[in-house]
């Protein structure tokens, strides 16, 4: 998930505030298919989802944990050589 | 870190542990990064040091090759040295292996030879006994040779003495009738002269009354006496040689004649050179007698002179005539 500019507040951001964000990706089926398509657009539904739901959101889990995973393993790739050289 | 409903409190947790040790590897890396330069500064003054010290090793290495280069030409020298010995040591080899070899082949040749030297003394022995077989048959044959040579020889030198005998007893008859006719040529003269000094007496009536011209005269005869003296040694001295010759050749017959000088040839050698040596002497003996031969014809004239001049050739003559008869009597004994 990346973090976003300050700005106007959009149609999304506002669905994300009345929590209707989620009902309307998966209602509207072209929406939905830029959301499965465009990572762009999906990360900024997902952050949307993040700050403004109240309730839980599997797929914002997923792409934290996504992410957590991304960034520890390449983590762990930088540090691999140093674990090698130490061990 | 804010609460969102939107995630479970599980992954709320976890981001929370995640932060944590992502502070704590923050502080590590600082960490690191203060060693990182702290490692750096002594890393510049480790190269400092690198660079201090690799000018001394530069120049300890410059020593160093020259030391080496000097411990190299040792080392050459030496390696040569070594090489010559080595040399030396391979040619020592092969000598000692030739040494080894020639002693084996000497070894052999020393057994051969023992072999031979074995055969050899057997030849030998063999030789030895034909040698003696063959050195009796040559020494009689040499015994017969050496006695037949012998009795030639003595028949020549007996013949040749017999020659030389019957030489001198014809010279002997010569002298003899030389002196025969001499000594009747003498008494003639002696007789005219008596009869001239008769004759010269009766003219001049001179007697024996003149004493000066006896003086003269016993003077002379005094003379004479003394010069017969000297004939009477020369003819003993004559007689001696001839009884030497005479003892020489007879034993030179009864050697010539005997079986003991057959035998023994190098006596006869030496008696032939002591025949020659004799009849040289007898040479030298007879030249002597016809020298004093000579001296009494003179000493005559010179009587002879004398009697004409004062008269007593006679007296004179007599003594000249009993001198020659003695010189006679004596070669003839």
């Known amino acids: ?87 | 870190m804010e609460h969102k409903q939107s995630i479970s409190p599980e992954l709320n947790e976890l981001l929370k542990k995640v932060k944590f040790q992502a502070d704590q590897y923050n502080k590590a890396f600082e960490i690191l990064n203060r060693r990182i330069a702290e490692f750096d500064s002594t890393r510049i003054e480790i190269n400092s040091h690198a660079a201090h010290f690799k000018n001394e090793l530069s120049q300890i290495l410059e020593k160093l090759n020259t030391s080496y280069s000097q411990k190299e030409n040792a080392l050459e020298k030496s390696i040569t040295a070594a090489n010559n010995l080595t040399g030396e040591l391979q040619s020592l080899k092969t000598l000692q292996d030739n040494v080894k070899t020639g002693i084996l082949t000497l070894s052999d040749t020393l057994e051969n030879h023992s072999n031979e030297l074995n055969q050899l003394k057997l030849y030998s022995q063999e030789f030895v006994k034909e040698a003696y077989i063959k050195l009796d048959d040559t020494l009689e044959y040499l015994k017969q040779k050496i006695s037949s040579t012998l009795e030639k020889e003595s028949q020549a030198i007996e013949e040749r003495v017999n020659n030389r005998i019957q030489y001198l007893e014809e010279n002997l008859k010569k002298g003899d009738k030389i002196l025969n006719s001499r000594h009747e040529k003498l008494q003639n003269e002696i007789k005219l002269l008596k009869k001239e000094i008769l004759a010269i007496k009766e003219v001049s009536g001179l007697g024996n009354s003149n004493s000066l011209m006896n003086d003269k005269i016993n003077f002379r005869f005094e003379n004479i006496e003394d010069s017969l003296k000297e004939l009477k040694a020369l003819s003993d001295a004559i007689m001696q040689n001839i009884a030497i010759l005479n003892s020489a050749e007879s034993e030179e017959i009864l050697a010539d004649g005997s079986d003991k000088m057959s035998s023994d040839s190098t006596e006869i050698f030496t008696g032939a050179k002591i025949h020659d040596v004799e009849v040289e002497e007898l040479q030298t003996t007879m030249k002597k007698y016809a020298s004093t031969i000579q001296e009494f014809q003179y000493l005559k004239q010179k009587s002879l002179s004398a009697e004409k001049r004062s008269g007593i050739s006679m007296i004179l003559s007599v003594f000249a005539i009993l001198s020659i008869l003695m010189i006679l009597f004596l070669f003839l004994i």
């Open chain 1, 1 to 87: 998930m990346q973090n976003f500019k300050l700005g106007p507040k959009t149609f999304f951001e506002e669905l994300a505030i009345d929590n209707h964000l989620r009902e309307y990706i998966d209602t509207n089926t072209t929406i939905l298919k830029k959301y499965n398509e465009d990572k762009l657009f999906r990360d900024e539904m997902l952050h949307l989802l993040y700050i403004h739901s109240d309730s839980f959101q599997k797929d914002v889990e997923y792409a934290i944990l996504e992410d957590l995973n991304n960034t520890l393993s390449y983590f762990l790739d930088k540090i691999e050589t140093w674990n090698t050289n130490n061990q």
